[in-house]
Nanobody
Framework: QLQLVESGGGLVQAGGSLKLSCASS????????IAWFRQAPGKEREAVSC????????DYADSVKGRFTIARDKANNLVYLQMNSLRPEGAGHYYC?????????????????WGQGTQVTVSS
């Protein structure tokens, strides 16, 4: 099963940074496309970023472009989401998930199962 595990969430002040980590449950993540999704209270889950098999293949939601960076650590079988200049609207539960193909972020759907996610709280 293509289960992923998220970590790194927490409480941060607006303008601050957090780095989320995504690890696999035992499979090689490097052969799959991976996305980060966010779900704010009362809102639908939305994709914020994705990375293809090549680290050069990435995409971002307009709301996070220039502030968030997705990256692979192939040596350690991890995917990160570096979040800088966080805004209160960036708060929510963040999930990483296997997807079929990294492309237009607004059209992404999960291919693998959802994990528990990690909570990000941004204080204003």
């Amino acid at each position: 099963q293509l289960q992923l595990v998220e970590s790194g969430g927490g409480l941060v002040q607006a303008g601050g940074s957090l780095k989320l980590s995504c690890a696999s449950s035992g499979f090689q993540m490097g052969i799959f496309h991976i996305a980060w999704f966010r779900q704010a209270p009362g809102k639908e889950r939305e994709a914020v970023s994705c990375v293809g098999i090549s680290e050069n293949s990435t995409d971002y939601a307009d709301s996070v472009k220039g502030r968030f960076t997705i990256a692979r650590d192939k040596a350690n079988n991890l995917v990160y989401l570096q979040m800088n200049s966080l805004r209160p609207e960036g708060a929510g539960h963040y999930y990483c998930v296997v997807i079929r193909l990294c492309g237009e972020v607004s059209r992404l759907r999960n291919f693998g199962p959802w994990g528990q996610g990690t909570q990000v709280t941004v204080s204003s």
